[in-house]
């Protein structure tokens, strides 16, 4: 584990995998460390040549917490109403600026691209930002930013409002079962209970904070929609989803697709907001034949 200090924000990161192989960096989601990278998919993506580069976004992890006043139930209300009402303490954006300050940070001119979830939506934004930096794209059961697409299933609104409003349990056994439980809801069928444990205990262990989670769903809500310019995109862009998700329905993921030109789109029906075992190694597969579609950088 290291941290990089960029600008007022500290980051933490691991790097897997050969120093001369080809930088990729994962992106994770709302409220979720970079331990949730499954073991065996990072292993898949090493035996791939690739140099896995995963972090902690902003508010969450090993990373740097915002110092502002905690936001209230009303300003989460508002953005869900009444987005742009500026309840924010930063954007998706400044989470883009995060990651290509990493890759700065570790010298890497070019990188490929893999986000989940939210890191989906942020490996959007740096690429459209910065379309200099990225190499090729992976977008992970995540969506455009459009509210038209990708909406929540109306059965998991109760359990998201009260998990974002709770305390953090100081027992750990506890946490650790809320942890598990949340994640089963969002899960496909596949999900894998003894598995999810051991990933929510570690994480449970290194840093816990409810109000980072809701500073990041603030940054979602608050954040414009990117479907125009996805369709700048010119880097190979590779969709994935699970038709059984539940948290970002798959409109979200078709949504994406169509809007970036000349992208794949590749759906599960026995995957919902997870990343299952049994299509780890093929979703590794996918991520390296987009890849390998890309230029290569030129020498200096």
């Given at each position: 584990?290291?941290?990089?200090?960029?600008?007022?924000?500290?980051?933490?990161?691991?790097?897997?995998?050969?120093?001369?192989?080809?930088?990729?960096?994962?992106?994770?989601?709302?409220?979720?460390?970079?331990?949730?990278?499954?073991?065996?998919?990072?292993?898949?993506?090493?035996?791939?040549?690739?140099?896995?580069?995963?972090?902690?976004?902003?508010?969450?992890?090993?990373?740097?917490?915002?110092?502002?006043?905690?936001?209230?139930?009303?300003?989460?209300?508002?953005?869900?109403?009444?987005?742009?009402?500026?309840?924010?303490?930063?954007?998706?954006?400044?989470?883009?600026?995060?990651?290509?300050?990493?890759?700065?940070?570790?010298?890497?001119?070019?990188?490929?691209?893999?986000?989940?979830s939210m890191g989906g939506m942020i490996a959007q934004q740096?690429?459209?930002?910065?379309?200099?930096?990225?190499?090729?794209?992976?977008?992970?059961?995540?969506?455009?930013?459009?509210?038209?697409?990708?909406?929540?299933?109306?059965?998991?609104?109760?359990?998201?409002?009260?998990?974002?409003?709770?305390?953090?349990?100081?027992?750990?056994?506890?946490?650790?079962?809320?942890?598990?439980?949340?994640?089963?809801?969002?899960?496909?069928?596949?999900?894998?209970?003894?598995?999810?444990?051991?990933?929510?205990?570690?994480?449970?262990?290194?840093?816990?904070?409810?109000?980072?989670?809701?500073?990041?769903?603030?940054?979602?809500?608050?954040?414009?929609?990117?479907?125009?310019?996805?369709?700048?995109?010119?880097?190979?862009?590779?969709?994935?989803?699970?038709?059984?998700?539940?948290?970002?329905?798959?409109?979200?993921?078709?949504?994406?697709?169509?809007?970036?030109?000349?992208?794949?789109?590749?759906?599960?029906?026995?995957?919902?907001?997870?990343?299952?075992?049994?299509?780890?190694?093929?979703?590794?597969?996918?991520?390296?034949?987009?890849?390998?579609?890309?230029?290569?950088?030129?020498?200096?």
């Amino acid at each position: 584990m290291a941290t990089a200090q960029l600008g007022h924000v500290e980051i933490a990161y691991e790097v897997d995998g050969p120093p001369d192989g080809e930088p990729l960096l994962l992106v994770m989601g709302l409220g979720t460390q970079l331990v949730a990278w499954p073991t065996d998919f990072v292993a898949a993506l090493v035996e791939r040549g690739f140099r896995v580069i995963r972090h902690d976004n902003r508010d969450i992890g090993l990373s740097s917490f915002t110092e502002s006043p905690p936001p209230s139930r009303a300003a989460v209300v508002r953005s869900f109403l009444r987005p742009g009402t500026g309840g924010a303490d930063y954007l998706l954006a400044d989470m883009a600026e995060d990651a290509r300050a990493l890759l700065d940070h570790l010298d890497v001119a070019t990188a490929h691209v893999v986000g989940a979830s939210m890191g989906g939506m942020i490996a959007q934004q740096l690429t459209v930002d910065h379309p200099e930096r990225v190499r090729s794209l992976t977008s992970i059961m995540s969506t455009t930013g459009s509210r038209r697409h990708g909406r929540v299933h109306p059965s998991l609104l109760p359990s998201m409002a009260l998990s974002l409003t709770q305390g953090h349990p100081s027992d750990e056994e506890e946490a650790v079962r809320l942890g598990v439980e949340g994640w089963r809801r969002i899960a496909g069928p596949l999900f894998d209970e003894e598995e999810m444990t051991t990933m929510v205990r570690a994480a449970v262990r290194r840093s816990v904070s409810p109000i980072g989670t809701v500073r990041q769903l603030l940054a979602i809500l608050e954040s414009p929609d990117r479907t125009e310019r996805l369709a700048s995109v010119q880097v190979p862009t590779l969709v994935v989803h699970g038709l059984a998700d539940r948290l970002v329905a798959p409109s979200g993921g078709i949504a994406t697709a169509r809007a970036v030109p000349g992208s794949r789109l590749l759906m599960f029906p026995d995957m919902g907001h997870d990343l299952p075992r049994a299509r780890r190694d093929e979703i590794a597969e996918a991520i390296a034949r987009n890849a390998a579609r890309a230029v290569s950088p030129a020498r200096p």
